[in-house]
């Protein structure tokens, strides 16, 4: 069974539990990302993928992003809520709900280009040598 499966049944507990669930769709926090408000919404019904969706899905989950879109975006120091779809930790479909802070922009974060930071140098580097 997959971990949003596994979730759905009760059968784990994502951070601060399941924040809504109704017949076709859950939503819960990010289990592995500590960003506030970093949510993920699943369909209740196992699917792979998004056109393995029902019409009707596909509209109640249309409905619930809008408006849980609307609510983080009310969060102060939200300035934007990006919606994606990975599906790198659980084949089950799912939307990455990801309210992106002011903070995050905030400064260069000089430290990821500091020379201790190696590895991303190295991978800085290798772009570089890609792109050439
Ligand atoms: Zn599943």
């Known amino acids: 069974m997959c971990l949003t499966c596994r979730i759905v049944e009760g059968n784990k507990m994502p951070p601060g539990g399941v924040f809504f669930k109704d017949n076709e769709v859950v ?3 990010c289990i592995d990302v500590n960003i506030p408000g ?3 919404l699943s369909p209740i019904r196992h699917v792979t993928a998004y056109q393995d969706l029902t019409q009707a899905e ?4 249309a409905m619930i992003l809008k408006e849980v ?3 983080l975006q009310q969060i ?5 809520v990006y919606i ?3 599906a790198e930790e659980t084949l089950h479909f799912h939307f990455h709900i990801f309210p992106r802070y002011y903070w995050m922009l905030d400064s260069l ?3 990821l280009f500091q020379m201790e930071n190696w590895m991303v140098l190295n991978c800085l580097v290798i772009i570089g040598e890609k792109i050439r």
Do not use: G
């Open 84 to 86: 994606l779809h990975l």
């Open 69 to 71: 879109v609307a609510i």
């Open 27 to 29: 939503i819960h926090h």
């Open 76 to 80: 102060p120091d939200v300035e934007k």
């Open 38 to 40: 970093y949510l993920i």
């Open 58 to 61: 596909i509209v109640n989950i």
């Open 109 to 111: 974060n000089a430290e």
